[in-house]
């Protein structure tokens, strides 16, 4: 059927999808989706026009003016295609490409949640969306999206599973079969009963699918659903994909990680800029040559081609050819304050030690992190791996010193014993979900707030930036904070609030602000996750600068394994709150840290 | 919060006879009906006990012990250590009330108590005594109801109650919100800690704003996003919703049912004066 999809696919002229079937068994594909001269653009529905006269102001009103919402995408052009009944078809391209808008189209959220001019015509199971609304797509399109935490609409699992049906109005011994049988397909009846928000993030979006999958829908749209699943639940999502094609479900997902998909996708749509560029079966896919993925702006297609190294060319190390090698030859020398002669950095080389890491939850006895010793590199960047729940994030906590229950000993390279309370001082964690950390008007305020002894700047200078640097002088705080924003480009948005950026530029900011603060030990948790390929460059490239040129010692919590493979020159890898492996990402090193990160998904 | 699992208890009790009980211990221990009539004294002081039934029935131990507990206190210092004190203050004899938020009982500030500072202490002794008493049964019971009941099942109730859509999916939502939005609250204090921000006396407001305005960002991030979940999968469609919580009226409903019942005929019975005849 793959080749059939192709076809179909490929044709602007919607010819019969069904010409070139090679099984022959099922001579009349139905066509699950099909667009016609789609073109869609987010904004407000231009209804002034009709009251015209009436509110004269109101049109002057700069709506316009008003920094666009950097999560709603931008929309598409002029889209035509269509997909057969049981095809897996992947859509990927750049954030902001419309493969987001693609997936709204499909399950009605565009137009009818989200307002914006709708051209042409999206027919989904014969139904013309646009004539249709949202509860009456329902029953024939299922949507699994990125975040796991917020698509839950009750807190038990049984009540989540049944939710779809009981919105139906089936009747409740009906849907009490279903539930019954979608847990035990899913393998997820050990989860029923449990506390939704209590599960880790491959728990709730196996339990994500299966809501969705209870009332049976023909059709099944997930947008970006792994960004935030380790090896083993993408592993897991893998298998739900494989079921649903199986059971002749049209399975639509847009991604920008690709490996785990590879084997199951019969046709790939790649989008830039709104429009369809390319379309592939998925063997096209599969063998995609590395220059032409590149050019796509697109993700390692299978899990080979992750371990390849030298794929993307790390920055600084050029400067530092033989790092990598060093990094090996300390990590097995116990002396830890051995100085090395090769270059700048290596006069930093030493460890931050860890001692007697534990935490443990209120109420319980056993300790979810315990950590006797470990070590990690200054002037590096370190990654943490491991699966969900093995308590990657505690150990961010209790690096951080976040609270009391985090107990333990942070060694400084030059021998200073930091407690919990000291490491508050010491360390900067920049959040997944950047905006919580995020606090006052204005990027550079944010910068200041940082600062020892800046108060933020008044409101009434606040609106010119002067760069030059006798300004600077009569108030040294401002010049610091003005040349870290230069140094992070991010000198002209000095005056915007930063809640008013996109999530890289807020991480930027984050960024500014630890560096302002002096802080020598940053931790990033999960820094890509949900990003493009040029997007996950661009953090790598950032988080590789602030080891090699700006001396600071970078913890990454990450599932992301090309992210960990460009970025980062040691790994550490956690298990049920254990160290179980510390090893430093040389060649071999690389091979381990992408089985670790990829395992099951081969 | 709600408990977010369905209950497998052998004691189940229906959510409406749930809600009747409370607004019952509602109406005689907070708001005070039926006042300082000794018959309805008597509902009162039997109201406040419910919990120490009821609570152990669900298995709540620990709250059960510490109901017992400050209930017991607050008990004895109505009846032993605030006429002590008033009596210790002034010469004149202490009203002799059972229980202190009788307001019959109430010392009058410059009646009884001849002395500032020791009206000061009979009032904040008599005010905190008769917060526990009156409050204390009413917040035992809710938290009962709330720590047994889930969402679904509240909601599956309030529907067969005939209450209409526009007020059973807004419930919904705010008890889906709420661990979210404390959760999201605990993240920005631990942001906040961690860069170093804290509360001091001058910059309260810019502290409210620190902490207020991402929360706001993030929780209208996640409810769009909910709306969107529950949109795609039916919800606010034109089908009557069905339930598969296991709702209905069993033999300890009609028990405690009839106890609410009870509990009022006395108050009137009391009120007209056809109890206070017999009991008294």
Known sequence: MSRTMTDAAETTKLANPTGGNPTGANSTVEIAVRFDHVGFSYGPTPTYDHSAGDHPTDQDLPRQTLPRQDRSPDGIHDLTFAIPQGAVVLLCGESGCGKTTVTRLINGLAPHYFDGVMTGTVTVNGLDTRQSDLAGLAPHVGSVFQNPRSQFFTLDVAGELAFACENFGMDPDEIRRRVAATADEFRIGGLIGRDITAMSGGQQQKVACASVSVAAPPIMVMDEPSANLDARAIADLRDIVGLWKAQGRTVIIAEHRLYWLDGLVDTAMVFRSGRLVRTMTGAELHDLPDRERETLGLRPTRSGQITQPDQITRSGSATQPDRIGDTDRTASDNDTGRRDDTGRRDESNGFWRIEDFSYTYRRTRRPVLSIPSARIPAGRVTAVVGPNGAGKSTFARCLQGLDRRAKGTLIAPDGRRLSRRDRMRTCFTVLQDVGCELFTESVLDEVLLGLPDATPAPSSVGSSIPSSVGTADTFPPRGKAERILRDLDLAEMADRHPLSLSGGQKQRVAIAAALACDRELLIFDEPTSGLDRRHMEQVATRIRALADHADRTVVVITHDPEFALIACDHALVLESGRITDSFALDSAGRTRLADHLTADCR | ?280
């Open chain 2, 1 to 280: 919060m709600f408990r977010s699992t369905a209950a497998h208890d052998r004691f189940r009790v229906d959510p409406r006879t749930k809600i009747a009980l409370t607004i019952t211990v509602g109406c005689f221990c907070l708001a005070r009906a039926g006042g300082a009539l000794p018959a309805v004294d008597v509902v009162r002081l039997g109201l406040a006990c419910l919990p120490v039934i009821l609570l152990p029935l669900s298995r709540r131990w620990a709250a059960t012990l510490v109901y017992m507990l400050l209930l017991a206190v607050s008990l004895a210092a109505a009846a032993w250590l605030l006429p002590t004190i008033v009596s210790a203050l002034s010469s004149e004899p202490a009203a002799n009330g059972v229980m202190p938020q009788t307001a019959g009982a109430m010392p009058q500030p410059d009646g009884v108590m001849p002395h500032a500072f020791g009206s000061a202490i009979v009032w904040l002794a008599y005010a905190t005594i008769a917060m526990t008493t009156q409050m204390l049964p009413v917040a035992m019971i809710s938290y009962w109801m709330l720590v047994t009941t889930t969402a679904s099942e509240l909601v599956t109730a309030l529907t067969r109650m005939h209450m209409p859509q526009a007020v059973t999916i807004p419930l919904a939502v705010m008890f889906r919100f709420f661990p979210t939005a404390f959760a999201e609250q605990r993240r920005i204090g631990d942001a906040m800690r961690m860069r170093g921000v804290r509360l001091g006396g001058t910059r309260m407001l810019a502290m409210f704003e620190y902490r207020v305005v991402p929360l706001i960002g993030s929780s209208v991030r996640i409810a769009d996003e909910l709306a969107q979940a529950a949109m795609t999968r039916g919800l606010g469609g034109p089908a009557k919703r069905t339930s598969i919580a296991r709702i209905g009226f069993h033999a300890i409903d009609a028990v405690l049912l009839t106890l609410c019942m009870a509990c009022f005929v006395v108050w009137i019975g009391a009120a007209t004066g056809w109890l206070s005849d017999r009991t008294l």
